[in-house]
T-cell receptor, first 112, second 113 residues
């Protein structure tokens, strides 16, 4: 059974810092990995999608890497802003279908 | 282009009652998945519908059932509600095929009292 773990559970940083969020998964037989952002009480917004054959994806100040063999992904956020405050979730898609298995998220607070 | 829509936004029900939640997928998408997200936790997969059939199911009891209509919209039904069913219910849609990026709706907040 696939299990996804995110570390840390919560993170508080001053504005302008570069930061790294970690995600690990137990079964390396994944098809892709997605990073999502969730604002309190809201739905999920997809940030980055990495196919299993890729090593990283970039969008603006966000960069996500994937090391499938070691079961790890990182989300790097450059020059953090208060508007980045949210919960960040990673999820993997299994090769047998498109169901997503999620971690429990990292709650990020960026202080002005 | 409308994204994934869900209704209602919020719902309050009493233990033992039944509830129906609705989802319309993003244009061009034909696969709909439902997730339950308890407070402070990651979403848990309930089931997925494709071509009006349940294609995959997570570890949820038979009280949770669904339906997909010919226009690809979907309903989630929960019978005999328990206090523990209180959660944010998320619908996601994707294009045909496996491993395609999923787009989520805003969710329905269900409170069972």
């Amino acid at each position: 059974k696939q299990e996804v773990t995110q570390i840390p559970a919560a993170l508080s940083v001053p504005e302008g810092e570069n930061l790294v969020l970690n995600c690990s998964f137990t079964d390396s037989a994944i098809y892709n990995l997605q990073w999502f952002r969730q604002d309190p009480g809201k739905g999920l917004t997809s940030l980055l999608l990495i196919q299993s054959s890729q090593r990283e994806q970039t969008s603006g100040r966000l960069n996500a890497s994937l090391d499938k063999s070691s079961g790890r992904s990182t989300l790097y956020i450059a020059a953090s802003q208060p508007g980045d405050s949210a919960t960040y979730l990673c999820a993997v898609t299994e090769t047998s279908g498109s169901r997503l298995t999620f971690g429990e998220g990292t709650q990020l607070t960026v202080n002005p | 282009d409308a994204g994934v829509t869900q209704s209602p936004t919020h719902l309050i029900k009493t233990r033992g009652q039944q509830v129906t939640l609705r989802c319309s997928p993003k244009s061009g998408h034909d696969t709909v998945s439902w997730y339950q997200q308890a407070l402070g936790q990651g979403p848990q997969f309930i089931f997925q519908y494709y071509e009006e059939e349940e294609r995959q199911r997570g570890n949820f009891p038979d009280r949770f059932s669904g339906h997909q209509f010919p226009n690809y919209s979907s309903e989630l039904n929960v019978n005999a509600l328990l206090l523990g069913d209180s959660a944010l219910y998320l619908c996601a849609s994707s294009r045909p095929g496996t491993g395609i990026e999923q787009y989520f709706g805003p969710g329905t907040r269900l409170t069972v009292t």
